[in-house]
């Protein structure tokens, strides 16, 4: 069974540019949440989708930041126009029941702001 | 606010020497705490969940147990291969599944 998939690995872009993170979630999990992690600081809900349905984002920074899970698959996450603090980790996991503890992690994107 | 605290930040471990991390919380409303553990550029992997105090987990070399302020993650015995960085994180009844992670704790165990 594939685990949860994150592309791209790592993303080096300037400031004020767009940048788009993918993230697949294992087949048939409904629920996916984002998180990140910026440098020295701990892992920080961003937000969670049941299906297509965001079921809570109120960890999103700012509106800088738009997610999306069009047709309850896989989800993008979009930084319009980024910022240099919006550099760091960014982790997705999914799991197959809502609230699960057992969600599973992707090995992240690095997202570097110059 | 929600807070997730662990201790310490780093501890370094001979082969064999066995010890315990700490994580302590202040939630409104706790629906389940998690321990993970993270390998340099991976993501989290699920470890145990515990959902009400005096419950305890096994696994290998681990056990966790969880009191209504804390939980604690014993390390029996470890060997080089458990060095990682443990995380623990709190999932809190807000209507959603907010998850609020601890800031971690590195564990090096040296042969």
């Known amino acids: 069974e594939a685990g949860v998939t994150q592309f791209p690995s790592h993303s080096v872009i300037e400031k004020g540019q767009t940048v788009t993170l993918r993230c697949d979630p294992i087949s048939g999990h409904d629920n996916l949440y984002w998180y990140r992690r910026v440098m020295g600081k701990e892992i920080k809900f961003l937000l969670h989708?049941?299906?297509?349905?965001?079921?809570?984002e109120s960890g999103m920074p700012n509106n800088r930041f738009l997610a999306e899970r069009t047709g309850g698959t896989y989800s993008t996450l979009k930084v319009q126009p980024a910022e240099l603090e919006d550099s760091g980790v960014y982790f997705c996991?999914?799991?197959?029941?809502?609230?699960?503890?057992?969600?599973?992690f992707g090995p992240g994107t690095r997202l570097t702001v110059t | 606010e929600d807070q997730v605290t662990q201790s310490p930040e780093a501890l370094r471990l001979q082969e064999g020497e066995s010890s315990s991390l700490n994580c302590s919380y202040t939630v409104s409303g706790l629906r389940g705490l998690f321990w993970y553990r993270q390998d340099p550029g991976k993501g989290p992997e699920f470890l145990f969940t515990l959902y009400s105090a005096g419950e305890e987990k096994e696994k290998e070399r681990l056990k966790a147990t969880l009191t209504k302020k804390e939980s604690f993650l014993h390390i029996t015995a470890p060997k080089p291969e458990d060095s990682a960085t443990y995380l623990c994180a709190v999932q809190v009844n807000t209507g959603g599944f907010k998850t609020i992670f601890g800031a971690g704790t590195r564990l090096f165990v040296k042969a």
């Open positions: 996991a999914s799991s197959s029941r809502q609230g699960s503890t057992w969600q599973y």
């Open positions: 989708f049941v299906k297509e349905s965001k079921q809570d």
